[in-house]
């Protein structure tokens, strides 16, 4: 249907803006987060029959499209594991530079 | 070039990108539509695994390789955090919420774990599954980290005896997978006669997607609250 | 299905939007707990509850609060940068 499709046209577009302009390294992951789940809206709304149920055997005879959806359970912990590990990158920058603004990473030696 | 005109350039590219794909979507036969690939698995996933939820089927059993993948890169995120994070130690005292607070949660936090299990043990029956029953396992350490204070929770769990449990979980993952190749089939294999198939609906059925689900959600769990405990650490106060 | 699906896909741009735009960090992370819960509920719309259960409990569950431990190791809760 169109109307997800735009939608996950314009969540791309705010994550990738919001990438590239901030300077806060927590706003840029957050970027990152937004940017990923909207690709697993993309990959989810491209499995939907209409008129198919879920995919449970015992209830439903035609089923929508089950592959994507393994995909998108992969791909959503994979994420919340890059964040984690983004996230204690950030935590050991500020011990060292005292800011989490990208500005003050300037020093190639550590 | 400065960087609103590379924000500006990135939006131009990806509109059109996207508005071409738009246009053509109709082409675009596998969008709205089922696969060769999942036709079979949505007539045929019952018969050949016996578990009634097929993305649960798909997971451990037709692609059972990558979800072993996944469950290594989960247990390689948990050791770089370990790492980066071995030079602090937790904090020695820290506040805790009013008494409403720890009173409640002593008292749903035993609902939480039943809930996390069921989740995982009924992993082929219904939505649901090990990852899913492990992140809320682990939701319960989350919780008790806001209410109790750190302190008092890093008293009670070591993050080194849930590495252990961990490890022990990955390796049991690999050694179900090891045992089809003792009698000569492939890695992962969900084979009839070691792992019964029974029938479809009930709680022992589905080969070994029920082992499987036990073992991913143990390790899903130790690795999240391992992740938390970690990231709790501080420096000390005489470092530099 | 049709109204309900746009109601939740407008919701979503919308706590997008806030969640990169507001000043103080902790209004950030609360709209990003709320554009995960949107999320949840447009995967079982589209009749995906596998998905739609990992979504809620990793998204909304398990980055708000990796997010909230970080801010409150470095620069702390009250800022606003």
């Known amino acids: ?110 | 070039m400065s960087k609103t005109r590379i924000a500006l350039l990135s939006i131009i590219v990806l509109v059109v990108i996207i508005f071409s794909f738009m246009l053509n979507v109709k082409d675009f036969a596998y969008y709205g539509n089922h696969n060769e690939t999942s036709l079979y698995y949505v007539t045929e996933g019952v018969n050949d695994t016996g578990a009634v939820n097929i993305v649960t089927a798909i997971l451990f059993d037709y692609r059972g390789f990558d979800t072993l993948g996944e469950a290594i890169v989960l247990f390689c995120v948990a050791s770089a955090i370990s790492m980066l994070f071995a030079s602090r130690t937790a904090p020695k005292k820290s506040a805790e919420l009013s008494i409403l607070a720890r009173a409640a949660s002593l008292l749903y936090s035993p609902c939480i774990i039943i809930f996390g299990v069921y989740i995982i043990i009924h992993g082929h029956l219904s939505p649901g599954g090990g990852f899913q029953g492990g992140v809320i396992l682990a939701s319960v350490v989350l919780i008790h980290l806001v209410v109790f204070g750190e302190s008092t929770v890093v008293r009670h769990l070591d993050y080194k005896k849930l590495a252990v449990i961990e490890s022990f979980s990955l390796l049991l993952f690999i050694g179900i997978g090891l045992i089809p190749v003792l009698t000569g089939n492939a890695f992962l294999t969900n084979l009839p006669s070691l792992f019964p198939r029974g029938i479809p609906g009930e709680l022992f059925s589905a080969g070994n997607i029920g082992l499987l689900n036990i073992a991913t959600g143990s390790k899903v769990a130790a690795s999240v609250a391992v992740i938390l405990l970690n990231m709790i650490k501080r420096v000390e106060e005489d470092e530099i | 299905m049709e109204l309900i699906n746009l109601v939740l896909l407008i919701l979503l741009i919308i706590s997008g939007i806030g969640a990169m735009t507001f000043k103080n960090i902790i209004h950030s992370i609360l709209a990003l707990s709320a554009f995960s819960i949107a999320l949840t509920v447009i995967f079982a719309l589209h009749r995906a509850p596998d998905v739609a259960v990992a979504e809620a409990s990793v998204g909304a569950g398990l980055t708000t609060g990796l997010f909230i431990i970080a801010i409150s190791n470095t620069i702390g809760a009250k800022s606003d940068e």
């Open chain 1, 1 to 110: 249907m169109p109307g997800t499709l735009i939608a996950v046209l314009v969540l791309l577009i705010i994550g990738i803006v919001a990438l590239i302009l901030n300077t806060n390294l927590f706003k840029m992951i957050m970027a990152l987060t937004i940017i990923e789940s909207a690709v697993l809206l993309f990959a989810v709304s491209g499995a939907y029959i209409k008129g198919a149920g879920a995919p449970l055997a015992d209830i439903n005879e035609n089923m929508v499209n089950p592959l994507p959806q393994a995909l998108t359970l992969t791909a959503i912990v994979i994420g919340a594991a890059t964040t984690a590990i983004a996230l204690s990158l950030v935590i050991k920058i500020y011990k060292h530079t005292k800011s989490v603004s990208s500005e003050d990473l300037t020093r190639l030696k550590g």
